[in-house]
């Protein structure tokens, strides 16, 4: 992976296929402390117990159609190559959090990426699921909720290119505005 943002891409399709109906995200940059979070929660099926000590390995998956799982071994080690490492807990039925720190300073803590285009992405392929996202920076903070959002646009379809390109432009806007990381 590239970037942070594909990472959370990834991390969220995990979330959706575990038939979650709610996905949180949250970044806090606090380059004082020399830190880059990133949480992702969410209520879905959850990850067995006898499974959550491996999913860190590439070889442990729930998939069927193939034996890898390379999503959260790829994010477990861009975290610790930065200095920071990766949490990850869940219990069946109720759901997944996964919490991720890398160094903020750390030469190896890749960029940001295009972290408006994902949530846009996920927010129009996905539009039954709540998405909330929150970004926290030393300049401020921006949150975002698909509900208020649906309620906004009432019949408009939230996947509409007019409504697809507003919501980039805001988030991107935002984001400039405290100051996040690109």
């Known amino acids: 992976m590239k970037d942070i943002a594909l990472h959370i891409l990834d991390i969220i399709h995990n979330s959706i296929r575990a038939k979650a109906s709610e996905v949180s995200l949250s970044i806090t940059e606090n380059p004082a402390q020399d830190d880059y979070i990133l949480m992702i929660s969410d209520n879905g099926n959850g990850i067995p117990a006898d499974m959550l000590p491996q999913v860190t390995d590439p070889f442990t998956t729930s998939r069927k159609t193939r034996k890898v799982g390379m999503g959260l071994a790829l994010l477990s080690q861009n975290a610790e190559q930065s200095g920071g490492n ?15 720190r890398f160094g903020f300073h750390h030469l190896d803590r890749l960029p940001a990426g295009d972290i408006p285009g994902v949530i846009v992405q996920l927010i129009t392929a996905f539009p039954a699921i709540r998405f909330l996202y929150h970004h926290q920076t030393p300049s401020g903070s921006f949150k975002l909720d698909t509900c ?35």
Do not use: H, Q, W, Y
């Open 148 to 182: 208020e959002i649906r309620e906004t646009l009432g019949k408009i379809p939230v996947n509409d290119p007019e409504v697809r390109k507003f919501l980039f432009e805001m988030i991107a806007e935002n984001l400039k505005a405290i100051s996040a990381e690109r």
């Open 86 to 100: 990766i949490e990850i807990s869940s219990t069946p039925t109720s759901g997944t959090t996964v919490k991720c």
